[in-house]
């Protein structure tokens, strides 16, 4: 039986899903192909990820992927100050890409459009009277420029408040010109709304992250870490708000720790780990891994999880999966928006002491939490949270 064209244009190529953008997008992307044929338009900006390039071929009929030079698309991303858009806009412009898109819908008859991320709209706005568009933003990117402003000074603070007001902008274009506007969490979604006008606000609505619940099990067949792991933080390290994370957390926190617990120490695992966080490398009970086949042994052999996001938007991967490894979990407000569970194993606060005293208990009394793991069982697996995207098309299926 032939299944119905969709064309899926995704900011990333979506895999492996070893980072929160990519563990969505793989999921949707998963999800999607089993009721439609997938024709995949994705970028690829890590060189790491070309041999992943066929993986794609079992979830899609056709794929289109276009490396991505960071370097130059930061230089396009300058034009933005002659043009008047957003530095997003022309960082992901691409001849290519819009060629391949406005060759491949009247070629394969595709009218259903899944974008994930907003700026990948771009590419089907010429196209908008003859498709059923459905957006997944992911999360209000507009703003965490102005978080970003927020945190700085001078010049920098008027670049990322002009990168706030720009992309916001363009959010709102994208929402108006597409069926369905989607979001990580009811939060998120709440968000968005507050800058739309109302008669769009039915438009958006929250989509929830899962877990692989059986890829993240503390029962699963995995390589144990032969090193002792006392303290994880899990994420990729060139990402912005993991890095401040870990500096806040580096500098406010773990000092406190270590005059309580001389000898424990703190991994930072993740691929791409800026200069900044490199050095913190071997200093005072420290460790970088830099880019790791499987972050399952270091959650498995922690005996806590941190999540100390000073600047977040949406569910955050790192929190959902030590959940579901039956981790204790101690995270800021920012890092737990979203997520619902409350149990007296996921301790939230801002406070650096108050983060200090939480890590050191899990320290002191190391322990399995089976009630963490069960929440996620009972509300975030992905077969569950993704049950409704496809019924998001305007096609008999």
Sequence with gaps: MNKPPLLFLCHRIPFPPNKGDKIRSFNMLKVLSERFDIYLGSFVDDPYDWQYASKMDKYCKQVFLINQNKTWSKIKGLTAFISGKSISEPYYANSKMQQWVDKTLPQQQITQVFIYSSVMAMFTSSHQQRIHQVVDYVDVD??????????????????????????????????????????VSDPEAELFKQQLPTLQHGKVQGLLNGVDVD?????????????????????????????????????????????????????????????????LNNTNGIVVTGRVKDVRPFIRSAKVSVAPLQIARGIQNKVLEALSMAKPVVATSMAIEGIEAKNEHIRVTDDAEQFCSAVCHYLDTPAEVPENRQWIMENLQWTATMSKLAGLFKVEL
């Design 142 to 183: 507009s703003d965490k420029w102005r978080q970003y402003a927020d945190n700085k000074t001078g010049i920098s603070r008027w670049v990322y408040r002009r990168e706030h007001q720009k992309l916001k902008r363009f959010e709102n274009r994208v929402c108006e010109r597409s069926q369905h506007a989607l979001f």
């Design 215 to 279: 890829y993240f099990s503390p029962d699963s067949d995995i390589e144990a870490v032969t090193e002792q792991v006392d303290v994880v933080f899990t994420g990729a390290m060139d990402y912005w708000a993991n890095v401040d994370a870990v500096i806040w957390f580096v500098n406010h926190v773990w000092p406190r720790i270590r005059a309580l617990h001389p000898n424990a120490n703190f991994y930072v695992v993740g691929g791409n780990p800026t200069a900044q966080v490199k050095s």
